[in-house]
């Protein structure tokens, strides 16, 4: 085992222990999924008092690399592929079928608050189709999007039924199919910290930050979409933009 680094000038004992469980983890002696050695074991490992173990271990648990399941102890945090989110993934055949994903979706009617009124350009209290979904890879929870659409404009068309909502498509060709045609999407991006909700659907720890993208669809100058919430794990999502500039 790496044990104690030597100590470097006033580098508190804490930073040391959390240094010699980074260079354990980067060597392979702790691979993802496994448990941190208990905290007696790690106190006879790095001559130090329980108390610096545990501002150790929590620094290792800031930085992503240990989570902390109550009752089972820490563990080695396994590091997930990062999805790349492009400016033309909204284009006609850029968003393919992925191996192995699943949407769970719940749909309801509901009326338009201030914010959703505001993005849709309709008055509050509105009737519209709220569209909460929970996108999985091989089962395991990747995103959460709730989106709203005017229900005028999809009440009984399959767009308004989960059972039969044309799930091989996306919202822009579903729009199609209704005879909308999608002219451009806008988005907002920023990072903030997950919600209690958001930590428990896509088990993350609660020091992980989330992005969070709000999105609108229009069809000329009229809104037809609004997703007020896009929520992605940071550690599990790069966006990429292109601005092209005037000649």
Do not use: C
């Not at 999809?154 to 909308?180: K, S």
Request: charged share 25%; proline share 7%; aromatic share 4%.
């Amino acid at each position: 085992m790496i044990a104690m680094p030597r100590r470097r000038g006033q580098e508190a004992a804490y930073q040391q222990v959390a240094q010699g469980l980074r260079a354990q983890i980067d060597a392979g002696q702790l691979m993802p999924g496994m448990p941190l050695p208990t905290e007696p074991a790690l106190e006879a490992q790095f001559g130090v008092s329980r108390i610096t173990v545990r501002r150790a271990v929590q620094v290792l648990r800031d930085e992503g690399r240990v989570e902390t399941r109550h009752g089972s102890g820490s563990f080695v945090r396994a590091t997930l592929p990062k999805r790349r989110l492009t400016m033309d993934r909204y284009l006609p055949g850029r968003q393919a079928a992925v191996a192995g994903a699943t949407i769970d979706r719940e749909f309801d009617l509901v009326e338009a608050d201030g914010a959703v009124a505001d993005m849709l350009q309709v008055d509050a209290g509105t009737a519209v189709l709220r569209r909460s979904l929970v996108y999985r890879l091989n089962m395991a929870p990747q995103q959460l999007s709730t989106s709203y659409l005017p229900a005028a404009l999809v009440d009984g068309t399959p767009l308004a039924d989960p059972a039969h909502e044309p799930w091989e498509t996306w919202t822009i060709e579903q729009l199609a199919a209704l005879g909308v045609r999608v002219t451009a999407v806008e988005e907002s991006v920023h990072g903030r910290r997950p919600t209690a909700d958001e930590i428990r659907t896509l088990t993350i720890p609660g020091s992980d930050p989330v992005q969070s993208i709000s999105r609108r669809m229009l069809a000329g100058d009229r809104p037809v979409e609004a997703a007020v919430d896009i929520v992605i794990p940071a550690d599990r999502v790069v966006l990429d933009y292109r601005i092209e500039l005037p000649q």
